[in-house]
């Protein structure tokens, strides 16, 4: 079974950078794997952020920003808003089986 | 406005099924692929199942897979996912997601969501 991995929690002062992982069980994460961020508020449907890697949807603020980062894919927040508050999915694609799988999720806190 | 509407959702008895339908607008149905994910209450996003834009091709969870069937009427512009055998974990809030062409590169517009409760 395969298994995504995000940090479960971080913390970032406003005005700060954040960078969140994605890492997969199966080994490193490359651009193969095609992967995708969203953002979820309480109460709210997930918004999509990032695809393919780095690309932004063209709602997503510039201080978005995806990337490959040790064998992983990485969400980068840089001077972060206290709106940013959420929680934030990772979404890799999984070729050989046709099929995608979520990480776990990371809450971020603005404070 | 590019907009995905979810229903069909409520209470069901475990073993029963059910049938939920999105009602796409605002853009050329039949040329997108489609997602199912669900979400359990206070827990994660799941990924569930896709279908191609034509409908020739779909892909499921292993959990679902056998009792859960994903379908499309581009016709119609709507997306359908036929649920039986209903289990208990099935039980979350029910999204339809629009897939990014090419498919394999991810989700772009989400829909409401629609809530499915399998309980006695």
């Known amino acids: 079974q395969t298994v995504v991995t995000q940090e479960p929690s971080l913390t970032v002062s406003p005005g700060g950078t954040v960078t969140l992982t994605c890492a997969s069980s199966?080994?490193?994460?490359?651009?193969?794997?095609?992967p995708n961020w969203f953002q979820q508020k309480p109460g709210q449907a997930p918004r999509a952020l990032i695809y393919t890697t780095s690309n932004k949807h063209s709602w997503t603020p510039a201080r978005f920003s995806g990337s490959l980062l040790g064998g992983k894919a990485a969400l980068t927040l840089s001077g972060v808003q206290p709106e940013d508050e959420a929680d934030y999915y990772c979404l890799l694609y999984y070729g050989g089986g046709h099929l995608w799988v979520f990480g776990g999720g990371t809450k971020v806190t603005v404070l | 406005e590019v907009q995905l509407v979810e229903s069909g959702g409520g209470l069901v008895q475990p073993g029963g099924s059910l049938r939920l339908s999105c009602a796409a607008s605002?853009?050329?149905?039949?040329?997108?692929?489609m997602h199912w994910v669900r979400q359990a209450a206070g827990k994660g996003l799941v990924w569930v199942s896709h279908i191609n834009s034509d409908g020739s091709s779909t892909s499921y969870v292993d959990s679902v897979k056998g009792r859960f069937t994903i379908s499309r009427d581009n016709a119609k512009n709507t997306l359908y996912l036929q649920m039986n055998s209903l289990r208990v974990e099935d039980t979350a809030v029910y999204y339809c997601?629009?897939?990014?062409?090419?498919?394999?590169?991810?989700?772009?517009?989400w829909g409401q969501g629609t809530t499915v409760t399998v309980s006695s």
């Open positions: 199966t080994g490193a994460v490359t651009s193969g794997y095609y």
């Open positions: 605002g853009f050329t149905f039949r040329t997108y692929s």
């Open positions: 997601a629009r897939g990014v062409n090419p498919y394999y590169y991810g989700m772009d517009v």
